[in-house]
């Protein structure tokens, strides 16, 4: 991918003037914004709750929740009580609602920020640098090429202009991430909008005072 963008650019990878690092950082910050765009790999987290607290920060390590519910707590028409839903209130504040009685855990399907890949041999499709499909890669190395041509001044790119259509769409709500997003939904049937689970440790030792 890095040995892609610099050919088809023409940037300089010799000891005196090396800009393939600028690449590589390029490649990653491609990496983060099309998984938090179009949330194509989700892990589950475990998110740890206290008595008597609503509100919480979430680590920065966490870039999008998916099916993030509206916050209103619903039931069935069989049911007496309401399952756990939840908030996002900003991008790093969660609000669990009904508010937890006792202290336990919480868990949310999230997209998680990735390593910054380094070696010739790392891979998007590698757990620890996102777990992204191969058929997706080409989207990062779309977001690579615009800021680059953006940065080389490129007359044939348009500064970049070309690739970012390409990525983004004109308005920044089409192109290839438009395209990767259709294909996420359409791989399985929309989940609940409830995607949190309320759980508590069976082992009274294991819980936060």
């Not at 028409?77 to 669990?96: G, N």
């Not at 009685?101 to 620890?128: F, I, R, Y």
């Not at 090429?145 to 970049?160: E, F, H, V």
């Not at 438009?178 to 294909?183: E, L, V, Y």
Request: aromatic letters at 8%.
């Amino acid at each position: 991918m890095r040995d892609q963008v610099v050919q088809w650019l023409g940037l300089q990878d010799i000891t005196a003037y090396d800009e393939t690092q600028l690449v590589e950082g390029l490649l990653y910050q491609g990496t983060i914004d099309m998984l938090a765009r179009t949330k194509c790999v989700a892990r589950c987290v475990q998110l740890n709750t206290q008595a008597n607290e609503d509100t919480y920060r979430l680590d920065h390590t966490i870039l999008a929740l998916v099916e993030v519910a509206d916050g209103t707590p619903r039931a069935r028409r069989d049911q007496t009580s309401y399952s756990p839903s939840f908030t996002l209130i900003r991008a790093d504040v969660l609000r669990v609602q009904p508010m937890p009685t006792t202290s336990g855990q919480v868990q949310v399907w999230a997209v998680l920020k990735p390593q910054q890949m380094t070696a010739d041999t790392d891979s998007p499709e590698l757990e620890q640098f996102g777990g992204i499909p191969f058929e997706y890669h080409d989207a990062i190395v779309l977001y690579a090429m615009w800021k680059a041509s953006d940065y080389t001044d490129d007359q044939s790119g348009q500064q970049g202009e070309r690739y970012r259509i390409l990525y983004e769409g004109q308005d920044g709500r089409g192109g290839r991430i438009s395209q990767i997003r259709t294909a996420v939904n359409r791989r399985a049937p929309r989940a609940p909008r409830a995607r949190v689970r309320l759980s508590l440790p069976d082992d009274r030792t294991l819980w936060v005072g």
